[in-house]
């Protein structure tokens, strides 16, 4: 097997055959559902498959267990094989052939019922993924600091002199050095619970890195919230909801998260939760598509084909901190979901891509008007494409 077979598969054999027994499947769309081995994941298959209309299931890396057809199919054809001897390719092919034809309607039906069961594995295996958090990369906040009593240097372990403005000292961390030695240090801020004070205008990768989690817990708990009870709310995260109470909820989380209520009892409006969840990313000091990456991400939308912004924009998000990239992943697959229900709230990809565009991005230039609305129009299409290719974009490589 390789991409052109399989990709050939795909367009001649799967999309007739699914016109066929499937009337109307194909303009409802495909939910598709294979493995990462080699063939399924290269640029040609990618790119067919887009062109094909399908949505990908995300895949865990490496996991035969899991496996669409390894568990029940191939298993059995297997024992069909065992301790046979063949004489040519064509005898394979025979009793491969009779094989799927003698196996009977109930064992493909069992298998593609136990199938449900190995997907919810899927999905919760990728919900704790292995990633540690305490090695995300994050540089020092350092700021000119007067010490009181006498100071050592962290770095080089000298005494830190003057009575004023001695060296420096990290806003996260506390870690002090002298302002020449600060500039040796690595990336290896390690902020510290107790001098963070907020959650929200806190740095993302300090907010994570303090509290051990993959994502700001705020995120967590907004996008929760609203899959259970906002999914199908119309003009979800367009409504704007009442101003005072976005405020108060910033506030108490701010003051103390685990105390928390944000259900119905207590916010009966769920475009206060949506309201606070854009809040929380519009005021990142770097935003969630951080300054650093946003030129590699606006050239890859000005890609000429649908295939090179998809590869582009991938390359393009491995320029954001993990923790970055992580809250990305896992806001543009709520997104996906918001969008799969615009029947009832009317929010396509599109119209999620229009509110959240000013919250997620924002050029560091002041560029001129005459282009800012050009660059804002790309930056919605960026959005877009995260929205309804999130499973390739972010599909573990
Ligand atoms: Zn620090
Ligand atoms: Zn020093």
Not at 202 to 218: C, E, G, M, Q, Y
Request: contains cysteine; charged residues 25%.
């Amino acid at each position: 097997m390789n991409s052109n077979l399989y990709c050939d598969i795909l367009v001649n054999k799967l999309k007739p055959s699914i016109r066929n027994k499937r009337r109307g499947k194909l303009s409802k769309g495909v939910l598709f559902l294979h493995d990462n081995a080699r063939p399924h994941t290269s640029c040609k298959t990618v790119s067919t498959i887009i062109k094909l209309g399908f949505e990908v299931l995300e895949h865990p890396a490496y996991s035969p267990d899991l496996a669409p057809s390894d568990y029940f199919l191939f298993g059995l054809l297997k024992k069909e094989l065992k301790g046979k001897q063949f004489d040519s390719d064509e005898d394979v092919q025979k009793v491969v052939q009779d094989f799927f034809h003698t196996l009977s309607k109930s064992a493909y039906k069992e298998g593609i019922y136990k199938l449900q069961e190995r997907w919810r594995r899927c999905i919760e295996s990728q919900e704790q993924p292995a990633i540690n958090v305490k090695e995300f990369e994050k540089p020092h906040q350092f700021k000119v600091h007067n010490f009181m009593g006498m100071t050592w240097c962290d770095f080089c372990g000298n005494f830190m002199w003057g009575l004023i403005a001695q060296g420096v000292r990290c806003e996260d961390c506390a870690l002090s050095a002298h302002r020449r030695c600060s500039e040796k240090l690595p990336n290896d801020c390690c902020p510290d619970l107790k001098l963070l004070k907020r959650v929200f205008g806190a740095d993302l990768t300090a907010l994570v890195k303090a509290h051990n989690t993959i994502r700001p817990r705020v995120v967590d708990l907004c996008i929760s919230e609203i899959e259970k009870r906002g999914l199908d709310a119309e003009g979800i995260y367009r409504v704007s909801g009442f101003s005072d109470d976005i405020d108060a909820l910033r506030v108490a989380i701010d003051k103390d998260f685990d105390s928390v209520d944000i259900s119905a009892n207590v916010y009966e409006d769920i475009n206060v939760i949506a309201g606070v969840l854009k809040l929380y990313f519009r005021l990142l000091p770097i935003p969630l598509i951080t300054f650093e990456a946003y030129p590699n991400f606006m050239s890859a939308i000005k890609q000429a084909t649908l295939q090179d912004k998809v590869e582009c924009t991938r390359l393009a998000l491995n320029h954001l901190p993990p923790a970055h990239y992580q809250t990305l992943k896992f806001l543009v697959a709520h997104l996906n979901r918001v969008s799969q229900y615009h029947s009832k709230n009317l929010m396509t990809a599109h119209n999620l891509s229009t509110v959240f565009c000013p919250t997620l991005l924002r050029s560091s230039d002041g560029a001129p008007p005459s282009e800012q609305l050009a660059a804002w129009q790309q930056e919605s299409v960026l959005i877009e494409l995260l929205i309804t290719h999130h499973n390739i974009l972010f599909a573990s490589k």
